[in-house]
């Protein structure tokens, strides 16, 4: 194999191929999905060559659906007068399950979202950054003021009221990747502020300063909790956020002029990184979620976990080390598809009918392998939507990756992930290979990230709300409705397509 191309089956054209892939072809005795197909209100208007329309269109509704329920979850509320300024509930849901908190890492990916927001704002000239830059402001005020509660896990509490007062009972506590998160979007904050000329007060010198010192002083301590809040140890998400908080607060602390600061940060950084390669796993070909286990849940036997996915999308930079592009990440990528390919009764259902088309639809995907968690109580594990967005932002973040080429190569792995794809839904005959490369090579990763917003699409209500999760055996919404991080992987993985769209068309 030559490196810098990847191979697909020779029985069927590049351009047949990518069509399958794009939803054009596909024979019509697959299994129709279980009620609840949801029938997007353009698909009538569709014909066979028009699903990627109808698909684009919906994203466009859905980002701006996704968009207003992220603003809508974030205080001051309306139906609630006591929710302090800055606090962003998980979900409005108080009952069964009660997810009516802020937690920091929610809260910080929402707010990394938010700060995009306000650079397209800025780049479009809609003038619509001003309320967002309050809501930045908001946020800050509400850092300050947990940062200085006395409680029993300090700045690595996971949740809190929305009225700012910390939640004291029982709970898998002590999540240090909060603080690294939270510092990540509050740096980004200020040097968009150093941009604009603005002063930055005591944003750097005492709130972001405050994590950075805490993360950099408690990353190796493997007592804290994972982000799914359910075993302890080291967590490979979590010393991602850490590494990418440090190395970014380093550059940050070098531009103001604090050189003890950036000497410390940076070499924090340059530790975790020495500790974070032994994730990957040769034996199991995949990256590892958990190392030096402390205690908690102890049932992953299997080490495979979507979080270490999220790590990558999250706080991946752009060093090589388990970026989207790596061999690690795209190993772990396809073990999860091939894990939770065989789960899910809905992953039996390949296709779905949209107007005249039988439009292909990708795997949903859950936490882990062994999951109980059901939404509302323990039984079996479901898919979520979160996760499933996160594996098309995946793909299209890949085909970014090789439509910008700067010395990226394709390798095995990537091979592999293609060619299982390409068997999922098959399209003709294995007879010979064919290269594919650059700008082709990023076009059929926009076409198998499709797959997996097509599945979005299938299992989110036609007003479009999301759930957490969708149920395994029938695909209905599972757990807290209008969950705020579903709404921002939404977003975050639709700015990936438009991204990748742009470089290749």
Known sequence: MHLGSVFVGGGISVSAF????????????????????????????????????????????????????????????PGDPGAMPGAICASPSRFKPDYYYTWTRDSALVMNEVLTWIEE?????????????????????????????????????AKYHMDGSPFTKSWCNGQTDGPALRASVLIRYARYLISHGRDLGNLFSSVIVRDLDYV?????DN??????????????????????????????AEHLGDRRAARIYRQEAL???????????????????????????????????????????????DDGVFTVESREMTAT??????????????????????????????????????????????????????????????????????????GVAAGKELAELILWTWQRYPAGG?????????????????????????RVYLHTDRDHKMYEQWASGNGYGRGAVHLTWSYAAHRAASRARSELKSLVE
Not at 297 to 310: C, I, M, N, R, W
Request: hydrophobic residues 40%; neutral net charge.
């Open 18 to 77: 990518a069509a399958v892939c794009c939803g054009l072809v596909l024979s019509s005795n697959r299994q129709r999905p279980l009620e609840p197909a949801v029938y997007h209100p353009h698909a009538a208007e569709s014909d066979s060559s028009g699903f990627s329309s109808i698909l684009d269109s919906w994203i466009s509704e859905q980002d701006r659906y996704s968009q207003a329920h992220i603003l809508g979850n974030m205080a001051p509320l």
């Open 121 to 157: 704002s800025e780049a479009s000239g809609n003038g619509t950054q001003w309320d967002l830059l309050t809501r930045m402001d908001e946020y800050v005020g509400f850092t300050k003021h947990v940062q200085g509660l006395k409680t029993r896990y300090g700045l690595a509490e």
């Open 216 to 220: 950099a002083g408690v990353w190796a």
């Open 223 to 252: 007592s804290g909790c994972d982000i799914w809040e359910e075993a302890r140890g080291l967590h490979f998400y979590t010393l991602m956020a850490q590494r990418r908080a440090l190395a970014e607060g380093a550059q940050l």
């Open 271 to 317: 530790r975790i990184s020495g500790v974070v390669g032994g994730f990957w796993s040769e034996e199991k070909k995949q990256v590892v979620t958990t190392k030096r286990w402390s205690g908690g849940l102890g049932t992953k036997a299997s080490g495979l976990d979507s979080q270490v996915l999220l790590a990558s999308l999250h706080s991946g930079m």
């Open 333 to 406: 990528a396809l073990r999860l598809l091939r894990v939770f390919e065989q789960m899910y009764p809905i992953n039996r259902v390949l296709s779905v009918q949209v107007g005249r088309s039988e439009v292909p639809v990708g795997v949903a995907l859950g936490r882990y392998p062994e999951d109980v968690y059901n939404g509302v109580g323990t039984s079996r594990g479901n898919p979520w939507s979160l996760i499933t967005s996160a594996m098309a932002e995946y793909h299209y973040r890949l085909g970014i990756a090789y439509a910008r080429g700067n």
């Open 430 to 454: 294995m007879a010979g290979l064919q290269p594919l490369a650059g700008n082709d090579l990023a076009r059929y990763l926009l076409s198998i990230g499709d797959l997996y917003m097509a």
